[in-house]
Structure formats: C-alpha cells, structure tokens
C-alpha cells in the first residue's frame, strides 16, 4: 500500500471515532490508540495532512459550523465572483470548465475517442482517473472492491470508444489536481455525458468555492428551478467526476453532511480539509 493511502485510511479511521464520540471530546492519545499507531506519529501525520489539529478540524464538520456557512453561501453568483477576485487559492475552481457530449455523440457512446485511465494515490484514498484529448470524462475515489466496477461504468458509457490504461498520461492530470504548486489560471477541462438539467447543476456546483458548503434548495435556486430540489439531488448524486464538480460541497439544509457517491466518512474528510486549508491561508 502507498504511503499516501496508508496515512489517509489511518486519518478516515481517526476521523470516525473523533465524531462518534465528540461528546466525550477523546484525547489524542485516545485517537491514536484507536487507529494503532503512536499519539506522536498521529499528531504529525494528521497535521501533515490537514494542516490543523484533529480537535481544530473537527470544529469545520460540526452542525453549527456548516450552518453558518451555508448562510454564508446564500448567494452562490457572489460567491462565484469572490472566487475570481478575492483569493489565487479559489480561482483554480473557477476555471475548471465542462464540456458536454452533443445528442449526436451521447447516441454514438464515444466513437472515435480515445480514453486513457489509471488508477492514483490521493490525499483521500485511491482514485480512478479517465481523459480524453478533450479532457476528463470519469473520476472517482476507489475502494479494493469498487476498483473493476469503475472500468466497467467507463465502458459502458463510452462504449465504441478506445479505452486503455495509461498511468503516464493520468498522472499529470492528478498531480495537477492535488498538488497545490501546480495550479494553474489554465482551464482544466472536463468532458461529461448528462441531460441539459444535469450539466445545468453541475456547472452550479463548480461556483461553490473551495471551504464553501451550499444546499441542495440553494443549488435548485441558483440555476431557476427552485421547485426542483429533487432533481437538483439526482443529478448530484449522478455526477460522473468526484471532486472537480465538488458535489461534496452540497449538504443538508439542517448542516447535516449526508451521504456521499463516494462514502460520507470520505465527504467528512473532504470537507473538513478544505476548511482547514482556507482559514489556514
């Protein structure tokens, strides 16, 4: 196993015993035991991973906490165009652009395409990764029984399509994706299969902003079919490309987190890093 995905299982393991028992507030010496390796090691690994202690990042996953930052959210144009302006750390967000398949090219399930995939060590576990010259078409975080499941979804949607695997060609797109030296004011594009109504949410939801939570109602709102909560969670749920369209930034309106395509511990994990890595700028 990666030393990548060592730590970060070794982090998931913390983080679900740090909730199930906030009330009682465990020690850090508590949490190491919990996941067998020394309360020094812990504290730097986690720290390492979260730049924050485990006590500061469960504050950024709390009901209260998110609550105020969906207030905060109200307004998701605004926050669009805070990301364009007020900070270099949010506009990698804002130019990430979708492209979607024409009616003619959905029909023809990817004739003509060459998909490259891997399979990459993250800060959250292992993640599988498709691109096209057009750019990415699939990604999602993977568990040892989920890894096959993915190539098969691949070749499914993208039928007639050449698919092979080529961890040379993923690889710069991941490192480019989690590693914040390399970001760019380059758009990173993104090529998905989806009705109007789909690409319409998904493209909502990449003007929520790293740190940033919104609601299923507010997402329904923002694109003009606030009656369309629903649909709005469908269509979140069907979202083909984890993390870049940042469905885990949408929860409950109660502050709850909720479930997650790829495991709510994971959305936990990924919420709460992305609050500590803001208020930590």
């Not at 906030?22 to 010496?29: I, M, V």
């Not at 292992?126 to 750019?135: L, N, P, Q, S, W």
């Not at 694109?223 to 979202?239: E, Q, Y």
Request: glycine share 6%.
């Amino acid at each position: 196993m990666d030393q990548q995905t060592y730590n970060y299982e070794k982090i998931a393991r913390a983080i679900e015993y740090i909730v199930a028992n906030a009330k009682t507030q465990p020690s850090l010496l508590d949490v190491a035991d919990e996941v067998s390796i020394s309360q020094f090691h812990f504290q730097r690994v986690f720290t390492e991973w979260a730049g924050v202690s485990p006590k500061k990042f469960l504050q950024y996953i709390t009901a209260g906490y998110l609550k105020e930052k969906i207030r905060e959210s109200s307004n998701l144009i605004e926050l669009a165009e805070q990301a364009g302006l007020s900070s270099q750390s949010r506009v990698y967000d804002h130019f990430t652009a979708i492209e979607a398949v024409t009616p003619q090219e959905f029909k023809s399930a990817g004739k003509g395409l060459d998909i490259s995939y891997g399979i990459h060590n993250t800060p959250f576990g292992d993640c599988f990764i498709a691109v096209t010259e057009r750019g990415i078409c699939a990604m999602a975080f993977i568990d040892d029984t989920s890894r096959d499941e993915q190539l098969i979804l691949l070749a499914k949607k993208w039928y007639y399509a050449k698919i092979s695997a080529d961890q040379s060609v993923t690889a710069a797109y991941i490192d480019r994706i989690f590693n914040p030296a390399k970001k760019s004011l380059e758009k990173l594009p993104l090529l998905v299969q989806g009705t109007n109504f789909q690409v319409k949410v998904w493209e909502a939801l990449l003007n929520i902003p790293k740190g940033a939570v919104t609601t299923y109602q507010q997402i329904a709102k923002s694109i003009g079919n606030p009656a369309a909560v629903r649909a709005v969670g469908s269509a979140v749920g069907d979202n083909p490309i984890a993390y870049l369209i940042p469905c885990h930034r949408v929860i409950r309106k109660e502050g709850v987190l909720g479930e997650y395509r790829w495991g709510s511990l994971r959305k936990k994990a990924l919420i709460g890093w992305e609050a500590a890595q803001q208020r930590e700028e």
